[in-house]
């Protein structure tokens, strides 16, 4: 069964970084399709970016320019790095995997001054 751990969250101004990592366990990461979701409160969970086994990418459009997403297979960990970042960034960050439904604790980032 696989097990995905998010790290990286925390507090940051406006206009800041950070990476989150999402480290998974288990078999067939290197030809798992890996996205970010994130949910403010009072919002629905949303998908940020999802990356394919061939490193395919795709971005919702209010991310589009600021946020990066990568695997390193021999690692099993998928990275997003957000540069940019705005208050309306504000949220828990979830790690998913596709295949078969699994999702992490999640980590919260906060954007702030």
């Known amino acids: 069964q696989v097990q995905l751990v998010e790290s990286g969250g925390g507090l940051v101004q406006p206009g800041g970084s950070l990476r989150l990592s999402c480290a998974a366990s288990?078999?067939?990461?290197?030809?798992?399709?890996i996205d970010w979701y994130r949910q403010a409160p009072g919002k629905q969970r949303e998908l940020v970016a999802g990356i394919g086994s061939g490193g395919r990418t795709n971005y919702a459009d209010s991310v589009k320019g600021r946020f990066t997403i990568s695997r390193d297979n021999a690692e099993k960990t998928v990275y997003l790095q957000m540069n940019s970042l705005k208050p309306e960034d504000t949220a828990v960050y979830y790690c998913?995997?596709?295949?078969?439904?699994?999702w992490g604790q999640g980590t919260q980032v906060t954007v702030s001054s």
């Open positions: 998913h995997r596709m295949g078969d439904d699994a």
């Open positions: 288990g078999a067939f990461f290197s030809i798992s399709y």
